[in-house]
Every structure is written in structure tokens, then in C-alpha cells.
């Protein structure tokens, strides 16, 4: 039901969040230009920036958006908040104010344990840096970015297409807790994957920074995963936005 409302809904959701990420991308690049990168270039006027992220992201969003709610639609997962908006009924009908809040909190208290573990790593095992960070308000920007399109990526996209594809092998008609999971595990391992470039701009890639990325990137995807299993992606996203805002706003990882 409200299949057509919520699939246009998260694709606009999809493209805010990917030009969102526009004013951070653009300041990673001035700064790695600053820092001798001659391979990077930026673009003079960011209209042309707005044209070819818009244009992309509603491509790549369309797809994210056929996969995740129609694909894999008998997964049972998908967007139930976004969907009630277009019902009668209230939305604490489907979810309580105090689960979508012990869900925040929860990232909350993952971004806190994972800045701590961060600070005892610079005490034992400082790791070299090669590139100063876009300031705090870049960062603010970015979480709202990532916290929105890397849920609808993973979660809504990529977990959800493993599940169903596990639900289509096993031929059952809803997906067991260990299939679940096993979605949950595998798009936490290409969450982490897919920050590697990311971190190589701040740190060199040595095993113990790619363990590092890799390990803390699992934590949070998983996190997310169970979240977005249990609450629905809306929840997923806002949880994923307030890790990012503790994480990175908050505190300093790489300062």
C-alpha cells in the first residue's frame, strides 16, 4: 500500500541527500589541491557540481528505490513511517516515540564508545595523517548526506536485495533471523568497504587502518542494519545522521 508515494518520497529523499554532500566533496578536493594533489580538480562553478550529482543521483536513487521497495518487497522490511504518512492513521500505530528514541540513543552511545576507543588507539598506536579534515560545519552537512543515502543505499537496497535473495533460494515466504543477519553482516562489510577511499585522504592504508575502518564500519552497519530491521529506514536514517553528528561533529576521529 502507498508503494508509489513512498518510492517517490525516498527517491527525493535520495537526491536532497546526495546534494547535500556537495559543499564536503568540494572542500575535500580544495584541500587535497592545497596539499599537492594535481591529479584533483574542481570544478569552477558549482552549478555544473548540482547538474551532474542531481542527474546521478536520480538514476542510481531510481534504482535503490526499485529494489528496495518493490524487488524485495516480500522482505518485510522498507519504509513503514514513510508509508503511514500516507495513511489515516497515526504513526504510533506501527512504531512508539520510545522506540524510534532508544534507537537514536543507541547510535548515540555507539558513536561515544567507538570516539573512545578511537582517543586509546592515538594513545598506543598513533597513525600518521595526511590531510587536515573540512571543518565542523562541512561535517554537519555530510551527516545528514550520508546518514540519508547510505541508508537507502545499504540498507534499503543492498541488505534488503540479500534478503530476498536468500528468501528466493530457500523458497519461504518470510525471511528467518538468520537470513536477516546474514543481510545485515554483508552489507555492514561493503559499508565498510566503501570507506576505505575515504579514510585514505585523512590516514595511509596500512593493515591496521584498514582493520580499523573495516571493524568500526561493521559495528555501525550493523547497528543500522538491526535498526532498520526492527524500526524501518526512516529510523535507520535518523539514527545514522546523529552517530555521524556525535562521531564527526562532536568529536575528531582523525584530528
Not at 132 to 148: E, H, M, N, Q, T
Not at 210 to 220: D, E, F, P, S
Amino acid at each position: 500500500m502507498y508503494r508509489w508515494q513512498v518510492s517517490i518520497t525516498v527517491l527525493i529523499l535520495f537526491m536532497v541527500g546526495s546534494l547535500l554532500n556537495i559543499p564536503f566533496s568540494r572542500e575535500l578536493k580544495r584541500l587535497q589541491i592545497e596539499a599537492g594533489n594535481t591529479a584533483i580538480k574542481l570544478n569552477t562553478s558549482i552549478l555544473t557540481d548540482l547538474w551532474t550529482i542531481g542527474i546521478s543521483s536520480l538514476l542510481l536513487g531510481a534504482v535503490l528505490v526499485f529494489v528496495g521497495v518493490w524487488v524485495t518487497s516480500k522482505a518485510n522490511l522498507g519504509a513503514p513511517l514513510i508509508a503511514r504518512l500516507f495513511s489515516q492513521k497515526p504513526a504510533n500505530k506501527i512504531i512508539s516515540n520510545e522506540a524510534i528514541l532508544s534507537s537514536i540513543l543507541l547510535s548515540a552511545l555507539v558513536a561515544l564508545v567507538l570516539l573512545g576507543l578511537f582517543e586509546l588507539q592515538k594513545e598506543f598506536y598513533p597513525v600518521s595523517h595526511k590531510l587536515a579534515r573540512p571543518s565542523k560545519p562541512f561535517y554537519a552537512l555530510v551527516s545528514f548526506s550520508a546518514g540519508i543515502t547510505e541508508e537507502i543505499m545499504f540498507r534499503l537496497g543492498l541488505m534488503s536485495l540479500i534478503i530476498a535473495a536468500l528468501q528466493s533460494i530457500k523458497q519461504v515466504q518470510n525471511p528467518s533471523n538468520s537470513m536477516v543477519w546474514t543481510g545485515i553482516l554483508i552489507a555492514g562489510l561493503f559499508f565498510g568497504l566503501i570507506h576505505l577511499p575515504l579514510s585514505k585522504n585523512f590516514v595511509e592504508l596500512t593493515p591496521f587502518t584498514v582493520g580499523v575502518t573495516m571493524v568500526g564500519n561493521l559495528i555501525t552497519g550493523t547497528t543500522f542494519g538491526w535498526i532498520y530491521w526492527k524500526r524501518g529506514l526512516l529510523v535507520a536514517i535518523l539514527s545514522h545522521v546523529m552517530f555521524d553528528l556525535i562521531f564527526h561533529v562532536v568529536g575528531s576521529p582523525y584530528g
